[in-house]
């Protein structure tokens, strides 16, 4: 298998400080596993900033340990214990009390593809022209959606969009989400911070998916801007560029966001043509096998007397 990627943070028009973080691979590994994270910070200027970046550093140091290789339970343990080592570091400094992150994270190798979360930070699936939402928001807004109580077309403007129902770092437990991921060449990846999801539309995000992904980035980071920018701006995008991820089959979670193979496609289209050929077959063998036209002589009864 072969990626590539790239990945942008910006501070936005309105924060003071950056609180998002990032972490990407080192650029010369092409052997993999491969693991993306991306955190948005919350609790204060001192707070945000000290969450994320601690958050990352745990969890990158417990997955890219050597021989590790991407599965949920390796991914739940790095956030656990990301989750204690923000925990703990909130007690310790009255000044940073109460921070907290959002995290999300990507572990590609070539046995399987893996996607883990808690809070609002989303993965995308950009695939044949079409955007999927793959990660669900742990916020009271999204909650309230799922549940039937709000429509969808409110949630974008409630005042209560950012609240969040789990973070890291609050609490001294935290429940992670983590899936499957069922990947094909030229599927692309959006990992993004609210920044972004919350002040750029999903259709005019599709608008910039496209070329360079480094450029890419940049332009998304600049629709957010335009849009005001009211918060840290985090973007980061991955590109399946060569055949060979052997992922595992889609778990229930992938499968209710109705992300099929192209494949599906063909092998139906396949399904037909073999049918086909074997009506025609089945009809040249009942004909005799002659492509010639054939006469049949038909005794009628004679015909009675006048």
Request: glycine content about 10%; charged content about 20%; some cysteine.
């Amino acid at each position: 298998m072969r990626l590539t990627w790239a990945g942008l943070c910006d501070q936005g028009q309105v924060r003071e400080q950056q609180q998002d973080a990032i972490a990407l691979p080192e650029p010369g590994n092409v052997i993999g596993p491969w693991l993306f994270l991306l955190a948005d910070g919350m609790g204060g200027a001192a707070g945000g900033q000290e969450a994320s970046r601690l958050a990352i550093a745990v969890t990158a140091g417990e997955l890219t340990q050597a021989g590790a290789r991407p599965n949920c339970a390796r991914l739940i343990q790095a956030f656990t214990s990301a989750n204690a080592a923000v925990y703990e570091r909130g007690k310790a400094s009255p000044e940073l009390a109460g921070m907290g992150t959002t995290l999300l994270a990507v572990w590609l190798g070539e046995d399987g593809a893996k996607l883990a979360w808690v809070g609002d930070s989303r993965c995308y699936l950009w695939r044949d022209g079409g955007l999927h939402q793959v990660s669900r928001d742990h916020s009271w807004v999204a909650e309230q959606v799922a549940q039937g109580l709000l429509e969808p077309e409110r949630a974008t403007t409630h005042p209560m969009r950012h609240a969040l129902s789990r973070a890291l770092g609050p609490r001294d437990q935290v429940a992670v989400d983590c899936l499957n991921l069922d990947l094909e060449p030229d599927d692309l990846l959006l990992l993004c911070s609210d920044g972004l999801h919350g002040v750029v539309t999903e259709a005019e995000i599709k608008r910039h998916l496209n070329g360079d992904l480094q450029q890419t980035a940049i332009r998304l980071v600049e629709a957010a801007n335009l849009a005001g920018g009211p918060d840290n701006i985090s973007v980061v995008l991955v590109r399946v560029a060569e055949a060979g991820l052997q992922a595992p089959p889609p778990d229930e979670a992938t499968r209710r966001r109705q992300i099929q193979p192209r494949t599906l496609r063909w092998r139906w289209l396949w399904l037909g043509a073999v049918v086909l050929l074997g009506l025609l077959a089945a009809g040249w063998w009942l004909g005799g096998g002659d492509p010639q036209p054939r006469q049949a002589t038909i005794e009628l009864p004679p015909t009675p007397a006048r």
